[in-house]
């Protein structure tokens, strides 16, 4: 049996050879290395995701291909490096994705605010917490005046206020924000999705450290259940979510279980 993992392997192998006719067009280059680095990225294969992404834009910005292609292309990159906690080349990426969707899609779309919401997380994981949550209290107003309760970046500016208020410190707040971001992800999104995933382990996290273990176990225990049935044994999330499961078991002094 022949997994994704070899196929992407091999065409990555291909691609980089330099006899290869593509290599004569550049864009559509660019548009096979933007689709394997999507999948290396849902795989959880991170680094090599990136290796692709970055050869794809340097081919973009060479040639001038299609706007659209390209904010997809900011898109991927961004979150690739933000997985990696690579902030520095990140925050460019997200400024250029920010501006570009204004352009193409209009200030108040769904794609401007679900971008502008990663800028301020940015903002959250880099140490300037007030201002993402001044950012994320406006996509949040924007958003459900636009769009709704039901949309994604509604339910993303709400999950990423708890996190804003989980960083500050003000762990009610948190609370409030991630339980409200799991009834509306799980609702409207699914319990498989990514809002869905993050919330469940934000809400671990926040009970752990209010020594609420028997809670955050229920929410951990959760999380790990559907990143092994979605994700696989050995994607970064599922192993994420084993981590969350073995911490709560020491807090309770069940030893054996956490090894």
């Given at each position: 049996v022949?997994?994704?993992?070899?196929v992407?392997?091999?065409a990555s192998k291909n691609l980089d050879d330099e006899k290869n006719t593509l290599k004569q067009q550049p864009l559509i280059e660019a548009d096979l290395r933007t689709t394997i680095g999507d999948i290396y990225q849902l795989l959880g294969l991170i680094p090599l995701s990136i290796v692709h992404l970055e050869k794809a834009l340097a081919l973009h910005k060479t040639h001038k291909g299609d706007e659209h292609k390209y904010y997809k292309l900011l898109r991927a990159l961004s979150n690739s490096y933000?997985?990696?906690?690579?902030?520095?080349?990140?925050?460019?990426?997200l400024e250029e994705a920010v501006e570009l969707?204004?352009?193409l899609y209009g200030e108040n779309s769904s794609r401007t605010l679900g971008m502008m919401s990663n800028l301020a997380g940015l903002y959250n994981d880099t140490g300037k917490s007030q201002q993402a949550l001044e950012l994320h209290h406006y996509i949040y107003a924007k958003a459900q005046s636009e769009l709704g309760d039901k949309e994604l970046v509604t339910i993303l500016a709400i999950t990423s206020l708890?996190?804003?208020?989980?960083?500050?410190?003000?762990y009610v707040q948190a609370e409030h924000f991630y339980r409200l971001g799991l009834k509306l992800s799980?609702?409207?999104?699914g319990a498989k999705h990514g809002l869905t995933r993050y919330?469940?382990?934000?809400?671990?996290?926040?009970?752990?450290?209010?020594?609420?273990?028997?809670?955050?176990k229920e929410f951990s225990s959760q999380f790990l259940t559907i990143t092994t049935e979605t994700l696989g044994e050995k994607h970064q999330d599922t192993i994420e979510a084993k981590y969350l499961v073995a911490n709560l078991y020491?807090?309770?002094?069940?030893?054996?279980?956490?090894?």
């Open positions: 022949i997994t994704v993992r070899e992407l392997d091999k933000n997985r990696t906690d690579q902030f520095d080349k990140q925050l460019p990426m969707s204004k352009k708890g996190a804003d208020y989980h960083t500050l410190g003000d799980t609702a409207s999104l919330n469940l382990s934000r809400l671990s996290g926040l009970l752990e450290a209010l020594g609420q273990y028997s809670a955050a020491m807090a309770e002094g069940q030893l054996e279980q956490a090894e």
